[in-house]
């Protein structure tokens, strides 16, 4: 429900702003009002779930989700319409951390890369039938039953929740840390808005370089706050474990970048530089989704039989040359080379995203789940941010550069370069991971 929204809403912009009387790019507000209201709850997710307990936090985000679904549908204006996203945003901030925790809390570990396959699903599928499920949703019945949509899932979701999850002990809460949750929220919510605003001109640019520098600022303030108190809130102890480490920090936040850019360039070089039709753009586009949905039944097998070290290392150069190929595709290539080539690139992409959310959680302890899944969701939501407006802050470059009036083929392909070199650099950090870690997970021969 929360993937299958973030990719439908974009397809329902025009209609939605001539419902409000708005333009089109004040609806970029609801985009962002739901992000930095993640952002802003994110670090309070852990000591939520151990305050109420994982279950019924769950279980209560997926209420308050369905709900602000529902006012977003009913929205007479932009205001109710951001205000709805802000609750959206709240509830799916602990969506995804909790989610995952409980999986952790009742998957052994020689399980987990089955549960993983599981859970990944829905990032994947996402991207392939939210804008198609969106444009057809918008075309016939109008954008609200977009989100409409989520009602009759987000209720059956509770009533999953609250009948097959068991309760779990209460476990006692530590004091809230306020001043680490302001410190935390501050500099989330200030660095992720001037990282998405980055990649406009003049005096916006400036404020987004602003909120960057204010973003960067507080988060020393905040890392040191976190090092010293003794029951923060937001745990940096996790990072100590070589698991978590290589696979949220890095390199793993090199991939989760550059993957989350890809849904973001992909459609630019279709339309822009090779001059497809949006409906032909999207079509191609299946081919890259779709080998990514491919792999998956044979990931699990391909770590038992290459370790999680050997292949995050050499797939890692795989994606680093799948990006490296769009660099010589030009205008009207043979459909079997551009069918080859995003296909490539979607099953290199499934495997190294596969392979790091399964390894993140082998050497964590069930004491520490909740602590782990929330700085992964954290420094994940920060890589995915990152990366789009890398992108995008290269081709605003680049297009000066060219003094092109739009972003052209030649932009585009330098930023796939650029892409490449990145990932390169971010194979390279995986060189020194243990070779044994999360052979326990995989149950698999041992990495030689």
Partial sequence: MQN?????????LPQMARSFGVKTLDLSL???????????????????????????????????????????????????????????????????????AIMLRYTPKQDL?????????????????????GGYITQTIGWRWNFWLNLPVGLLAVIAVLRVVPSAPREEAPPLDIRGLVL??????????????SAETG??????????????????????????????????DVLKHDSLRYASFYPGLIFRGVFSSAPFLLPLFFQLGFGFSPARAGTWLLAYFCANLGI?????????????????????????????LFVFLTPQPPDILLMLALAFAGMTRSMQLTS????????????????????MSILGQTGSTAGVAFTAFCLTLLESFYGHPTVGLPE?????????????????????????????????????
């Fill in 4 to 12: 299958l929204d973030g990719a439908i809403i974009n397809t329902s």
């Fill in 30 to 100: 609801g985009v962002t009002a739901y992000m930095l209201a993640s952002a802003a709850v994110a670090p309070l997710a852990a000591w939520l779930a151990t305050k109420i307990g994982e279950k019924r936090i769950m279980w209560m985000a997926m209420l308050l989700f369905t709900l602000s679904s529902f006012l977003c549908g009913i929205a007479q204006g932009l205001t109710e319409f951001v205000c709805a996203r802000i609750g959206q945003g709240l509830a799916g901030a602990v969506m995804m951390p909790i989610g995952t």
């Fill in 113 to 133: 890369m089955r549960a993983q396959s599981v859970t990944v699903w829905p990032a994947l599928t996402a991207p392939i039938i939210g804008p198609v499920l």
């Fill in 184 to 197: 935390c929220a501050s500099s989330l919510t200030s660095l992720l808005a001037g990282l998405q605003r």
């Fill in 203 to 236: 005096s916006a640019r400036l404020m987004a370089l602003a909120l960057i520098l204010v973003g960067g600022v507080t988060g020393v303030l905040a890392i040191r706050h976190l090092r010293r108190h003794p029951t923060p809130i937001l745990s940096l």
């Fill in 296 to 324: 998956k039944p044979f990931t699990s097998a391909i770590l038992r039989w290459g370790g999680f070290r050997n292949i995050l290392f050499f797939n890692g150069f795989l994606v680093s040359l799948s990006l490296a």
């Fill in 356 to 375: 790091l959310s399964t390894v993140a959680f082998a050497d964590i302890s069930t004491a520490e789940r909740s602590k782990a899944t929330s700085m």
């Fill in 412 to 448: 585009i392909h330098i930023a796939f370069l650029i892409t490449a070199v990145i990932v390169l650099i971010g194979t390279l950090g995986f060189a020194p991971m243990p070779k044994e870690l999360g052979h326990e997970v995989t149950g698999g021969r041992r990495s030689r």
